[in-house]
């Protein structure tokens, strides 16, 4: 480890155990998996409350059984690395809360919604956490005229992903919202694990920034072997070396050009009811979203992205429950609700054989249809948290050979403590399966998220906290493969 890397981490150490007095300070121990391997962790996680700012920060070591630490956490070789560094100690910087007139909050990004959620539903920058660490952003502005929300998902792509809502009540006092989101490069999210800019599929060396193809290992002892021909010409060297049988790393990062994607859209609400204990409003929405897809069939050829409708929505509240309800239409193909969801990151982009493959590329398959969605959330008593939505679209839907009339279904659900119960902490229990025939089947998709939190009192303040998840992703030979994050830490406070 380099000096400067020691010097940084003593400063945090130090700086933490002097605060001990006066600011809660959380420590961990225990086993992480990360790209498929396990690492022993040890973590400190002290929250600094400075006024109305709440500052959290994520030491944390990964070490393997023969005692090597994991880098990627303390990188300090170049200013990129270093800057990357500096943020992913940032577990979250946080002003004010939600409903305050001013909020934000830099760091992990559990949920995202912009408005009634026709375009950004559910996003979330921590889905493989801590496998891959994000940095971004959430914020609010309430004012009595009008009120702007935004997101941006992870610093360190450069504002890779973000989205804006303004809402103001321009029309008879009816609330209506304009939002814009942008990917400005899909391809950001490609895996590179050492930075080399080859994505972890085509690496031959992904943990190693100066190695990226097999043959390239012994490129110095085939030049020797060359040179030692008489007459050889050392201009020609490559051009013989390119043609060996060798184990060559043909990807070209050059070839990656960016690809970006963006949608708007419009909502407009009108509150029938406002109670203190109970609310009633009706209210509806248009997305377009801007960019090209594949047209399934046809790799070669592509066509414009569509848009989607709610002509009509109800959203209720009474007491601790919560109720929406959408028709939703999708005119001609080519558009999913909510697609910045649970997932994104995930479906991103993916491998398909050697082909990159973009989850705008895919939507392609969808064509005309409609249909309903529903939400649901309760509080039960305070001791339990609910909360389950369902889609039911049908249309045009590819099925490998031609658009045939299907069912396109959606299913999300969550269940977790509100407060312990004996010896319990925390307990979440989450399925999520999108835009399929059938949820119930079954039928996993790079869509589909599954898993459980729960922690577990041991006494003197520590706690023993288990976190599963399993998600999905398409392997080298097109195979749906699992993707499983696991963790077992005791967490204590000092």
């Known amino acids: 480890m380099s000096k400067t890397a020691k010097i940084f981490i003593y400063t945090c150490f130090t700086t933490v155990l002097l605060a001990q007095t006066e600011r809660s300070v959380q420590g961990a121990f225990g086993a992480v998996t990360i790209d498929g391997k396990v690492w022993n962790q040890i973590a400190l996680r002290p929250v600094i409350p400075i006024w109305k700012f709440g500052v959290a920060l994520d030491l944390v070591f990964y070490i393997d059984a023969d005692g090597n630490i994991h880098k990627d956490e303390w990188d300090f070789s170049d200013g990129e690395a270093i800057k990357n560094t500096l943020i992913d100690k940032i577990y979250y910087i946080r002003f004010g809360f939600p409903n305050d007139p001013l909020y934000f909050k830099v760091g992990s990004l559990d949920y995202v919604k912009l408005g009634y959620g026709i375009l950004v539903n559910g996003y979330t920058n921590a889905i493989e956490y801590p496998q891959v660490r994000k940095v971004g952003l959430d914020f609010s502005v309430k004012r009595n005229l009008f009120s702007v929300q935004g997101f941006v998902n992870d610093f360190k792509e450069n504002l890779g992903l973000t989205g804006i809502r303004v809402q103001t009540p321009v029309l008879a006092g009816i609330p209506i919202g304009v939002s814009a989101v942008m990917d400005r490069n899909q391809h950001l999210g490609l895996k590179d694990r050492d930075g080399d800019k080859y ?93 090209e897809t594949n047209y399934p069939g046809n790799p070669d050829s592509s066509v414009s992205l569509g848009s989607g409708i ?108 509100k407060k312990s119960i004996s010896k319990i902490k925390t307990a979440k229990l989450f399925y999520q399966q999108m835009n399929v025939p059938n949820p119930f089947e079954f039928e996993f998709t790079e869509s589909t998220v599954m898993g459980y939190r729960i922690g577990i009192e041991l006494g003197s303040g520590m706690v023993l906290n288990y976190t599963y998840q399993r998600t999905f992703r398409m392997s080298s030979d097109g195979e749906l493969e699992p993707v499983n994050l696991t963790g077992i830490e005791t967490s204590f406070t000092f």
């Open 199 to 291: 994505p972890d599929f085509f690496d031959h060396f992904p943990d190693d920034e100066d190695k990226y193809s097999n043959a390239m290992d012994n490129y110095e002892e085939w030049r020797q072997i060359y040179l030692e021909f008489e007459g050889s010409n050392p201009e020609s060297f490559d051009v013989w070396f390119n043609t060996l049988p060798l184990d060559h790393n043909i990807f070209n990062p050059a070839e990656i050009k960016d690809d970006p994607m963006s949608a708007i859209a419009i909502d407009i609400g009108y509150p029938v009811v406002t109670e203190q204990n109970m609310s009633i409003s009706i209210y509806a929405q248009i997305a377009k979203m801007i960019g």
């Open 310 to 417: 709610i002509p009509v929505g109800v959203a209720a509240k009474f007491g601790p429950a919560h109720f929406n309800l959408e028709y939703r239409i999708i005119p001609k193909g080519n558009f999913e609700f909510g697609y910045w969801n649970q997932t994104y990151e995930v479906e991103r982009v993916s491998m398909e054989g050697d082909s990159i493959k973009t989850k705008e590329s895919k939507l392609g398959r969808f064509g005309k249809q409609k249909g309903i969605f529903a939400n649901f959330g309760m509080d039960v008593f305070g001791l339990l948290g609910f909360q389950m939505a369902y889609q039911n679209l049908r249309g045009d839907i590819w099925d490998g050979n031609m658009f045939s009339n299907q069912a396109n279904q959606s299913f999300q659900s969550e269940l977790g403590l």
